[in-house]
């Protein structure tokens, strides 16, 4: 059965030239060193509705664009333990070539909620699906604020971390919602958070937040 809130928080994504005022009105362009108007003019070259318009992680990387994420008046924020967090990388994904592209054919993943990361990644590639990376997940909740909610937030598992010897960390990045707990602070319950859990960990309130696909122009 289709995840009817999921579905309705994609219908409801503004336009492509919309979102291109939100990312300038946020100052992502300035951010990633690209003018208002060549991202006024990708977004118009390219863009169809229900697709997300987004900036290259390299050229916006996730602890630049946290803080621009808002619920109730409250800024967003990455958790104290991740100061790495500009080191998650895609992994086993391509990402377009391009400081600007589409994602297309978003989808929360609540079906997966109380699976592991583990179990996620292969059925999502069973479906010819691909995990969102943490920033186009971040540029998501940007866009369409309501996709975030309460027991049905999302990972972004398409962000691994490669240590110096090879191996992926075991920590996966996650967007949720703060209760306002331990070093989070009672200032910020209800803000926007980027996090992580284990790879081999189930949550019944994270899903795992993929696409069908990502174009460039």
Not at 33 to 54: K, M, N, Q, T, Y
């Amino acid at each position: 059965m289709p995840d009817t809130s999921a579905t309705d928080a994609v219908r409801l994504l503004p336009s492509p030239a919309a979102q291109a005022e939100r990312l300038i009105e946020l100052g992502v362009h300035e951010v990633a060193g690209i003018s208002a108007e060549d991202v006024r003019a990708f977004a118009e070259r390219g863009g169809r509705d229900g697709v997300l318009l987004a900036v290259h992680p390299d050229r916006a990387p996730a602890s630049a664009l946290a803080p621009l994420l808002q619920r109730d008046d409250k800024p967003g924020f990455v958790v104290t333990d991740m100061p790495d967090v500009d080191s998650f990388a895609p992994t086993a994904i391509e990402l377009p070539d391009a400081p600007l592209y589409f994602v297309a054919g978003l989808d929360r993943g609540d079906r997966m909620s109380n699976w592991s990361p583990e179990e996620a990644l292969p059925a999502l590639d069973g479906e010819g699906r691909s995990p969102l990376v943490l920033t186009e997940g971040i540029h998501w909740v940007l866009q369409q604020p309501a996709v975030l909610e309460r027991n049905r937030c999302f990972m972004t598992i398409g962000s691994r971390l490669r240590k110096a010897n090879g191996t992926l960390d075991a920590r996966t990045p996650a967007i949720w919602i703060s209760n306002g707990t331990g070093r989070d602070g009672r200032e910020r319950r209800n803000a926007p958070k980027v996090g992580w859990c284990w790879w081999g960990n189930r949550h019944t309130w994270l899903g795992f937040a993929s696409a069908a696909g990502r174009e460039g122009r």
